[in-house]
């Protein structure tokens, strides 16, 4: 296959990708060992689709959907699931459909919605990123556009339940990643959380270590250093938005094959070993914003 080009939102707060959707679809591509060019960008009109993320392919034109990208990689022999059992499929649909439902719209209120960190994080973050004068109204449109997505469900009950599930391996099915660990590394970026955390920092230091070589291991002193007594509420924000910046993201299987119920996932524990990892792309590059 020829290489296809992906077109992401740039990474910051340890994150290869500060987007949600772009998250998943790199954490899939890293997993499958898609051979993809990789342009990191703040300004979505770069793109081919004018959004992001975009996949530009050779034959099939542009794609702009995660769950597009990603069926568009399984047909092209990059898959991530080919070793699931049927049950474990069935749980990956489970899974996604609850990440979608209940912890998305948590994550959209709190980075789009909440007046302070809209204003002081990511208003500001999306201003500084996109060129001039997109940098005036780029912000309020994305804004626009997550308010249509915000439904009025709370993420609380399921933020619970993520705390007390087990990891026995590295990956949810064993020591190999499948489709679910990209779409939970795409939502949970939760610190507060140590499985989790350990979780999300596992698959960083895998398969991005570039991004992530300080990671969730970091700790944050819970004491202000002298003379910074007043900027301690603005940076327990930004250090919130890095928290839950990974949580909000399009549902590639259940978008495809409905939503899947479950009461609970029973998970073996299996011996650890460590995964062989496989390369993105070795053209991968870093787009400067220097248009104004």
């Known amino acids: 296959m020829a290489t296809s080009q992906l077109y992401c939102w740039e990474g910051d707060w340890d994150l290869p990708s500060v987007d949600n959707e772009c998250l998943i679809v790199l954490a899939y591509a890293k997993f499958a060992g898609a051979p993809l060019k990789l342009h990191k960008i703040g300004n979505p009109w770069r793109s081919p689709t004018g959004s992001l993320p975009a996949l530009k392919t050779r034959k099939n034109g542009s794609l702009s959907q995660p769950s597009d990208i990603i069926i568009h990689l399984r047909k092209q022999k990059y898959n991530a699931d080919f070793d699931l059992s049927a049950k474990e499929e069935a749980d990956t649909l489970a899974f996604i459909s609850l990440l979608e439902e209940k912890l998305m719209p948590a994550l959209v209120y709190t980075r789009w919605i909440d007046p302070k960190n809209y204003v002081e994080v990511t208003r500001r973050w999306h201003a500084k990123h996109a060129p001039f004068p997109l940098n005036f109204f780029l912000p309020g449109s994305i804004q626009r556009q997550q308010l249509e997505r915000l439904r009025l469900v709370r993420g609380d009950e399921e933020l619970t339940a993520g705390e007390e599930l087990e990891l026995y391996c590295d990956f949810f099915f064993g020591d190999s990643p499948s489709p679910l660990d990209s779409f939970v590394f795409g939502y949970l970026h939760l610190k507060s959380l140590d499985n989790l955390s350990h979780f999300c920092s596992n698959i960083l230091a895998l398969y991005f270590p570039s991004e992530g070589r300080e990671g969730f291991s970091r700790?944050?002193?819970?004491?202000?250093?002298?003379?910074?007594?007043?900027?301690?509420?603005?940076?327990?924000?930004?250090?919130?938005?890095?928290?839950?910046?990974?949580?909000?993201?399009?549902?590639?299987?259940?978008?495809?094959?409905?939503?899947?119920?479950?009461?609970?996932?029973?998970?073996?524990?299996?011996?650890?070993?460590?995964?062989?990892?496989?390369?993105?792309?070795?053209?991968?590059?870093?787009?400067?914003?220097?248009?104004?």
């Not at 924000?237 to 990974?246: G, I, N």
């Not at 899947?260 to 792309?281: F, M, N, W, Y």
């Open 219 to 292: 700790k944050v002193s819970s004491q202000p250093e002298g003379g910074d007594a007043d900027n301690e509420p603005g940076k327990r924000r930004k250090q919130l938005l890095s928290v839950l910046v990974a949580l909000g993201a399009m549902l590639s299987y259940a978008l495809l094959t409905g939503i899947v119920a479950i009461q609970h996932v029973k998970q073996e524990a299996l011996d650890h070993r460590s995964p062989g990892l496989t390369s993105l792309s070795s053209n991968e590059e870093e787009d400067e914003e220097d248009e104004g």
